[in-house]
């Protein structure tokens, strides 16, 4: 009976440890092949991980790239624009400063020409000096015609007589009622053509004389004096 029992102790114990190492076993055999597939898992991560992160860098360095570009391509068009705009102003500076020139030129030329018209017509004119009429003779408008046209230049003829054709009709004793002008000419006093004469109110000469004078001197010929009588009505 005791034997037995021991036999039955044995067979237990024996028993047990086969038990454990079969389930050793088993666990092994198990977490080798858990083991195997964890690593599958990992190895498949990884190389997952890779994949991505081999991306990652591409992209980026992409995006650098990109960016980089625009940022010269920005750089580039800013320079262009500042470039255009300086020209432009450059070329706005010059033409302002050719018109300028332009426009003195021009402005010289027209007062060269205007000078160089006076003293063609004074020129053209005859010395009023050796014009004489008479203080004591009645002159007819004819006769006074004839008068001014010995000093008055041909080119300068028309103008010169339609001037007096509107202050005096040709009449060297006329005087205005309300303002007291006199003479060929409407001088205003009359009295100041004594510069040229004292027999300034009855010599035509010396009336011509003086208007003569006033107009080149005033507006530097008949023609002028009369533009601006056309204009203002006066000279």
């Known amino acids: 009976m005791l034997e037995g029992n021991r036999v039955s102790r044995i067979s237990v114990r024996g028993f047990a440890v086969a038990s454990a190492t079969a389930v050793t076993a088993v666990g092994s055999v198990v977490g080798v092949a858990s083991g195997s597939t ?3 898992n990992d190895a498949e991560a990884t190389a997952s991980d890779a994949t991505l992160l081999s991306d990652i860098p591409m992209g980026q360095e ?4 990109t960016a980089s570009l625009t940022q010269q391509a920005d750089a580039q068009a800013i320079a262009a624009d500042a470039s255009a705009k300086k020209d432009a102003e450059e070329t706005a500076r010059k033409k302002a400063a050719s ?13 060269a020409e205007r000078k160089a018209k006076e003293a063609a017509s004074r020129s053209a004119s005859r010395d009023v000096s050796s014009l004489v009429g008479s203080a004591t003779k009645t002159f007819s408008i004819g006769e006074i015609q004839a008068m001014a046209q010995q ?4 080119d300068q003829w028309t103008c010169f007589s339609n001037i007096v054709d509107h202050e005096s009709s040709w ?7 309300s303002s007291g002008a006199y003479g060929l000419f409407q001088a205003l006093p009359g ?5 040229v004469g004292s027999d300034w109110q009855t010599n ?9 004078n006033y107009m080149d001197s005033r507006y530097g010929s008949p023609c002028e004096a009369w533009s601006f009588w056309q204009a203002n009505n006066w000279y």
């Open 151 to 154: 000093v008055v230049a041909a």
């Open 191 to 195: 009295s100041k053509m004594s510069s």
């Open 99 to 111: 018109d300028a020139v332009a426009k003195q030129e021009a402005a010289e030329k027209a007062e």
């Open 38 to 40: 964890a690593q599958n």
């Open 171 to 177: 009449n060297y004793k006329a005087v205005n009622a």
């Open 62 to 65: 992409a995006q650098v790239q």
């Open 204 to 212: 035509p000469a010396t009336q011509i004389k003086w208007g003569l």
